[in-house]
Each structure stands twice: as C-alpha cells, then as structure tokens.
C-alpha cells in the first residue's frame, strides 16, 4: 500500500489567485466544468457539512444557465463529480479541488487546485500555510 505522502513530487499544484468570493466562486464552477466537459473524474474536498452543502448548491446553480450533475459521498463510488469531507480519493480522480484549509498531501492526483485567497488576512495566512507545506512535499506549483 502506497503511503500519502509517498511520490507528491508527480503532483501539480495550482493556485489561483482570488481577491473576492465571486471570483472563487467562478474558479470553482469553471474548473470542475472543464474536467467534466472531458469526461475526467473530479473531486471537491471540503472541511465540513455546512461546506459541502455550499458546494453542492453551487454546482446546481453556476451557470444560471445550466448544471453540474454530481453527488456528496464519503464512500467509493463512479460518479464524475463528487463532493467529499473524507481525505480519501472517492472517485479514483486525477484532478481535485481542495477547499479545506489545510494541506492536501494525497498522491495520485495529477492536479490539485488550491486558493491563494487575497480576500482577508486570515485566509491569505492559510493560503501561505498550504503554499508551504506543498513546496516541502516537493510538489510543481503554479500559479494562475
């Protein structure tokens, strides 16, 4: 069994700068809609419930115009987009957005997606905090 932290240097980790929760929430709708436009699995990871509902209502309302189909689960399953609280891979994704305010060091991903959050000094601290441990764990950042 391979452990977490084993091979992060195949990771890329790429934050996007946001200064305001609209553009946050636009990076969110976006990003998970590209991986699904190519038929990728992709993976939300979030801190807690009150989190993950808010996910789940934005994937149903961003764009006005349409929808992302997706589930919240904790367990193994198929589905293309999910929601997880758990620090498991759920879906066998390569791409994955972490939402929480720590570190993801799970290897197996090809991409992860972070937040260098401008929009107030405490979320800027996280920010810094995941850019770092990132870095340590010799993973390729990128910023966007």
Known sequence: MMDSHEDLSQTRVVFFQVADAAAK??????TARAH???KEPFLFFVADEQALNFVDDLLWKLPE???????????????????????????????????CPTPLLL??????????????????????LRF??????KMTLESR
């Open 25 to 30: 929430l636009k990076r969110i709708a976006e």
């Open 36 to 38: 699904f436009g190519k």
């Open 65 to 99: 115009t349409s929808f992302l189909p997706h589930i919240a689960a904790d367990q193994p399953n198929q589905e293309r987009v999910v929601i997880t609280k758990t620090k498991s891979n759920v879906n066998g994704a390569h791409y994955t957005f972490n939402l």
């Open 107 to 128: 290897a197996g991903f090809k991409i992860i997606y972070d937040f260098e959050d401008l929009s107030s000094p405490n979320k800027k601290s996280f920010s810094s």
């Open 132 to 137: 770092n441990a990132y870095k340590q764990a």
